[in-house]
């Protein structure tokens, strides 16, 4: 079934928001419900395309989509500490033409370096909206692709949450675990709490340290497959391991 809705939004030539309510379409003329036809409506959250209906009783705008998915929206990150984080991370990806990424790990008290993916020529963007079911619509902090948009286990898509005091919602988190089962996409945990620590930038060598991060439909702590399935117990085990920082912002 169609989904009803009492008003809709466009955006005029300057880019500003307008709002055209239900009502106005009541005893409108000819010429007036072809312009408002020809117009790029949108819903309020502007994910979908609406259509006036011109019911003498009832007039109202419609969507050709029978659902709506829900968007982790409120519970993002909002601080100075946060966004600093963001921005500094996308422009030094960027500046990377190749990258290895992966976690240290200890053999007979030597380091070396275990390579989860290595890529080269992705582009990264902050505040990237994607839907990624039926239900769900989430907005990455960072997001990556290959160039050529290319996507395979050589070329899997890449995620990073940067986390202060807010972790993503439960729907979020559990559908990003079954989508990482479907196809091939990594999703990092950045925490504030200690920079540089749970994930790290190596511009001379070329890698991106981390330590936990979805993949192939689990939560891993660098070699080790968590027991972790649901958004509760990541929390748990995260804020357990003083990985939430709910220090202000100076």
């Known amino acids: 079934m169609a989904l009803k809705y009492e008003f809709a939004t466009l955006r005029d030539e300057k880019g500003d928001k307008k709002i055209i309510y239900a009502s106005k379409l009541k005893n409108s003329s000819i010429s007036q419900r072809l312009k408002i036809k020809e117009m790029e409506l949108y819903d ?4 979908y395309r609406v259509y ?7 007039p109202h705008f419609y969507s050709k989509s029978s659902k709506v998915r829900a968007y982790d929206k409120n519970n993002k990150d909002k601080s100075p500490k946060h966004d600093e984080r963001v ?6 990806l960027n500046e990377m033409d190749c990258l290895d990424i992966g976690y240290y790990l200890f053999e007979k008290k030597e380091k070396y370096f275990e390579s989860l993916v290595r ?3 992705y ?3 902050a505040e990237v909206s994607r839907i990624i079911d039926s239900k769900t619509r989430v907005q990455h902090d960072i997001y990556g692709a290959e160039l050529s948009l290319s996507m395979s286990q050589r070329k899997p898509f890449i995620a990073i949450e940067v986390v202060k005091t807010h972790f993503p919602e439960k729907n979020t988190f559990e559908s ?4 990482s089962k479907e196809i091939p996409l990594i999703v990092i945990f950045d925490f504030t709490v200690k920079k540089n620590y749970y ?3 190596v511009k001379d060598g070329k890698r991106l340290r981390i330590n936990n991060y979805i993949y192939d439909g689990a939560l891993w702590d660098r070699d080790k497959k968590t027991k972790v399935t649901t958004q509760d117990y990541a929390l748990e085990y995260f804020k357990k391991n003083g990985y939430i920082d709910h220090s202000k912002d100076t």
């Open 87 to 92: 921005k500094s991370l996308v422009k030094k």
């Open 123 to 125: 582009h990264w963007e």
């Open 176 to 179: 990003l675990l079954k989508l």
């Open 44 to 47: 309020e959250s502007e994910e």
């Open 119 to 121: 890529i080269k020529n």
């Open 52 to 58: 006036p209906r011109f019911n003498e009783k009832s």
């Open 199 to 201: 994930c790290e930038l």
